[in-house]
């Protein structure tokens, strides 16, 4: 089968992959580099729960053609935590303020949330409900994410 | 009462930090070495014959390892009422039929595979609406029941007929009578993680099943019955469950796609993986039951509920799984939702070619509180009260026992109402009828286990080690509701140990004890007056080797101080005090004595003992574990649907106000308050959870979502055409929570898992009512409706 060979960053290594043109990122995250956080919950970029993020932006990894992501730098939930296994106060909010039911929207929403944070550290409530719109979660009904987020930038704000 | 270290408090989910970081393995990460995929060749047509299967092209496709039609496996009936089996031969009734079935070496080859397969039908006439197929000349979905004996109707045979009092009695009672007819239709569950499933065999033909089921002995003895069958008899099965991405219902029946992963699995004698995808979803799971009421309700002059008289027809689609099963909830709240003394209820489930339905969070109760409720405020209307006094009047109460049988137990609705009422400022705010309006209802639901199975039991077993550790090993399951948060809590303040300290391992059936299912709203209560009884015994059991250890251990350390200081003064002890396991108690993993806590030499840390206990020597050494079996002292429905199925009920009203623009038809929901009776919050961050979860659903079945079926095919199997509420719609939803110390309830608990979504679309319509002066007895309540509703109502007025 023919494969392209591509180059990235991701989660702060370098890597390369070699796979079938025709891969989305996602599945080339999930099937070559094992990494299963980022989850398929459609598959045609309508639920966000392979949100990760790319040289920034929040991206639907599912409709994201592997090799768009040549020289990129890409950030997935595996990746939110410290290299010593600190949790991203994003992951503690999330835990503590009970933003996590079932979990499968989970690290796309972190995602979601992480984009959103590094470009605008103290967004207002519309702001995060904005920026989750493309994360759909069947269990929370959105309320204690948001909490979440907001309690993140909390802790973030009194860290700095 | 006493002060409870951690019951009450909203502890975090720590126990489940994999889920933040994406190391929680689901059934789509899971993968066995040598995994073959499964994919599922579905029918073309809503009703037709199969004339001829041609699998050839896909057989010699490269990496397929399989390929089977229903002539290549045994002949096998299987689902509640025995109606289909797994692979169709003859005959296709419902786009979503399976007629072949491929295992590859990769998901996309399977299904590559399954488009090469010819299938040639013969189409039949089908039947689409359940009012249609009950005339005389509907063709006929099945031509034969599931012992081979031909049948001449479309109507299930199933006696749903509730009767209570005397409708005619009460009806002459009535000063005031109303009648409605209510339609519900098909949702999705839309659980976020898809269906799925790993089949796989030993080489002694004995099974593991990774999937997501919630009721996994159930699952375990439906798939024995069906080894049986096809000859496997010696065989056994265990199901493992993976962390699951949400339940909803889905997870409650055995699904085709296992038994077809069984079958590719045993042909392949490898393990075979199916997993869903979005598109199959929508078009191939049973979605919530659909269902459509006459509702006829009347009361006296001073608005005491006279009677309540209603029929409805379920569109059962072509199979039968649980959704045909739903009336058996209806009766609840149509027989037991405020005070009324006569009662009829009768339900016909009704065969269609359109999709065949299962449960959904709330099972019958929110299509059948959706009829209820809507016609108390048109009873209410009619008789110039108030709907909310209304309610009042007929509110539920302690002690009550309703034309069902059921006991009520602790009942928080007068509360609830109140409180919603209040919270709503309902008198200022009601019968302006300007664009913006309130509206409530209210809810009963089993809330103490639910007796549907002859047994509603669950195993719990505990073991606490030499380090400290508590291994719990509950025979439930855990699909995001928080469990293994709220049963460490449980068992932490039981035992005296931190929530830290304990482990609990759900969904598998050969670790667990049984569990009749992580259903109705259950599992706290049952699992956690498991727990309770299980804490009781290994309490006991670790205060026994106390009473033996403590002194040995207290000798010892005197001993060591005495070496390290020869001028250690032997402390004056009396022994007496701890002679019993009754002088001891647990608090923070610390032993000490009742009647003297502060004695350093009487508290030692429970694994210090446990050591001792079991490093002794030849012949001595012991170890702490217990089991508990819970199976609560409730009543089977009888034939007559009577009998108290649950220990206790849970009671809540849910209040809105809406605005409605009359140019768009939208309806904007400016402020939702759940108020819930949940005898108490063992962790009230986690029973928020729970209603802003339940409540989001129930405004989706309110207003926006729904499955479009044209002649049997879904058309909207995907996010952007089936519109479940995202984070951008923002619902003010205040979750009030009433405590009403529930005295079956582990520490007063009562379940919370279904009712948030159950009372959310009746208030809705209520509320929509009150703004405009239209009622959308039609779910859901979507802008077209709205308009058109107005519009007539225009009409009528000129
Ligand atoms: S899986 Fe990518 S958006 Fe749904
Ligand atoms: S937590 Fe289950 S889908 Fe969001």
Redesign the interface.
């Known amino acids: 089968m023919e494969k392209i060979t591509v180059s990235f960053i991701l989660n702060g290594d370098e890597v390369t992959a070699e796979v079938p043109p025709s891969w989305s990122l996602l599945k080339t995250l999930r099937e070559y580099f094992e990494l299963t956080g980022p989850k398929e919950g459609c598959g045609v970029g309508e639920c966000g729960a392979c949100t990760v993020v790319i040289d920034g932006k929040a991206v639907n990894s599912c409709i994201y053609p592997v090799a768009e992501v040549e020289g990129k730098s890409v950030l997935t939930v595996e990746g939110l935590a410290g290299t010593d296994g600190t949790l991203h106060p994003l992951q503690r909010a999330f835990i503590e303020n009970n933003g996590v039911q079932c979990g499968f929207c989970t690290s796309g929403m972190l995602m979601s949330a992480k984009a959103l944070l590094d470009e605008n550290p103290e967004p207002t409530e519309d702001e995060i409900r904005t920026s989750l719109a493309g994360n759909l979660c069947r269990c929370t009904g959105y309320v204690q994410i948001v909490e979440s987020v907001q309690k993140a930038v909390k802790m973030m704000k009194e860290k700095s | 009462m006493s002060e409870y270290l951690y019951v009450g408090k909203s502890i ?3 126990a ?11 059934i ?2 899971l993968k066995r070495p040598g995994m073959l995929y499964g994919k599922i060749k579905y029918s073309e047509y809503a009703h037709a014959r199969i004339k001829h299967i041609d699998t050839s092209k896909a057989k010699k496709l490269p990496g397929v390892r399989a390929v089977l039609t229903g002539c290549d496996i045994p002949d096998v009936r299987v689902g509640f009422l025995k109606d289909q089996t797994v692979l169709k031969r003859d005959k296709v009734r419902q786009f979503r039929d399976e007629v072949a079935a491929v295992a590859a070496i990769s998901p996309e080859i399977a299904q590559e595979a399954c488009d090469l397969i010819e299938v040639e039908y013969e189409e039949l006439p089908g039947v689409f609406d359940p009012f249609e197929a009950m005339k005389e000349d509907a063709p006929l979905i099945h031509e034969v029941d599931a012992r081979g004996r031909p049948v001449s109707s479309n109507i299930l045979p199933l006696p749903w007929r509730f009767s209570a009092g005397d409708i005619e009695a009460g009806r002459a009672a009535s000063a005031h009578v109303v009648t409605d007819t209510v339609r519900t239709t098909w949702v999705n ?6 269906s799925g499933c790993i089949a796989e065999f030993d080489m002694n033909n004995n099974l593991t099943l990774y999937n997501q089921a919630n009721v996994i002995f159930w699952d375990k003895r439906r798939i024995m019955e069906y080894f049986a069958q096809i000859g496997l008899k010696n065989s056994k099965v265990r199901i493992i469950n993976p ?6 219902g889905t997870k409650l029946d055995t699904d085709i796609y296992e038994f077809i992963a069984i079958q590719l699995a045993l042909k392949t004698r490898r393990p075979v993986k199916i997993l869903f ?2 598109e199959e979803e929508f078009r191939a799971l049973p979605p919530r039951q659909p269902a459509v009421f006459e509702i006829e309700q009347g009361c006296d002059k001073e608005g005491h509920l006279t009677f309540r008289n209603v029929k409805a027809v379920l569109d059962n689609g072509a199979y039968t799984s649980w959704g045909a099963t739903t009336p058996s909830v209806m009766m609840m709240p149509i027989s037991s939702l405020y005070r009324v003394p006569n009662v009829f209820f009768e339900a016909k489930c009704v065969y269609t070619n359109n999709i065949y339905c299962q449960a959904m969070r709330g099972y019958g109760n929110p299509q059948a509180t959706f009829a209820v409720e809507v016609s108390m405020d048109h009873l209410a209307e009619e008789a110039g009260i108030d709907p909310a006094e209304l309610r009042l009047i007929n509110c539920n109460h302690s002690g009550d026992e309703t034309p069902m049988r059921l006991k009520i137990t602790s009942c928080g609705l007068e509360e609830c109402i109140r409180g919603v009422k209040e919270k709503l400022d309902w008198d200022k705010k009601r019968g302006k009828h300007k664009g913006r309006g309130v509206g409530m209802a209210s809810l009963i639901h089993v809330a103490g286990g639910a007796r549907v199975y002859k047994s509603d039991g669950h195993g719990m077993m505990i073991k606490v080690d030499e380090h400290g550790h508590v291994d719990v090993m509950s025979g439930g399951t855990d ?4 469990s293994p948060t709220v049963l460490a809590q449980i068992i932490a303040e039981a035992l005296g140990f931190r929530p830290d300290d304990i482990t609990l391992t759900f969904g598998d059936t050969a670790l667990g004890l049984w569990d009749a299912g992580t259903h109705a709203s259950r599992h706290t209560f049952i699992a956690g007056n498991a727990a309770l009884r299980a804490c009781e015994k290994v309490k006991r059991q670790i205060l026994e080797l106390a009473v033996e250890e403590i002194p040995k251990l207290v000798k010892h350390q005197i001993k060591r101080k005495k070496r390290k200081d020869p001028d250690f003064k032997e402390p004056d002890l009396d022994f007496s005090l701890i002679a019993n396991p009754e002088d001891l108690d647990i608090k923070d993993r610390i032993i000490f004595c009742k009647k003297d806590p502060e004695n350093p030499y009487f508290r030692t840390e429970v694994s210090n003992v446990l050591r001792e206990a079991l490093h002794v020597g030849t012949g001595q050494s012991r170890v702490v574990a217990a089991e508990a079996f819970y199976d609560p002292p409730t009543e089977m429905l009888d034939r007559e649907f009577k009998g108290n199925l649950s220990c206790t009920y849970a009671f809540g009203t849910t209040g809105v106000e809406v605005e409605v623009d009359k140019k768009t038809g939208e309806v904007k929901i400016l402020q939702l308050y759940a108020a819930h009776d949940v005898g108490k919050a063992i962790n009230p ?2 029973i ?2 729970q209603i ?6 129930g405004v989706g079945y309110g207003l926006t979502e729904e499955m479009k079926l044209e002649k049997g095919k879904v058309m909207n199997p ?3 055409d089936y519109k ?5 719609d ?2 003010p ?1 205040t979750p009030m929570i009433i405590e009403t110390d529930e005295k079956d309830g582990p520490f007063g608990a009562k379940g919370i898992g279904e009712p948030g979504l159950v009372p959310t679309a009746p208030a809705i319509a209520n509320a929509v009512y009150d703004a405009v002066g239209v009622w959308i007895k039609d779910l859901p309540i979507t802008p077209e409706k709205v308009l058109q509703a107005l519009k007539e109502k225009r009409e009528k007025e000129k």
């Open positions: 975090p989910r720590t489940e930090v994999d889920k933040v970081t994406g190391r929680a393995i689901y789509n990460d569950q839309c659980c976020m993680g898809t962390v699951v991405g949400g339940s909803f995808t979005r699909q995001g509701q928080g961050t986690l928020k959870g802003y979860g339940a409540g989001y659903i995907n996010f952007l479940m509420l995202t984070a951008k923002k619902i939803v």
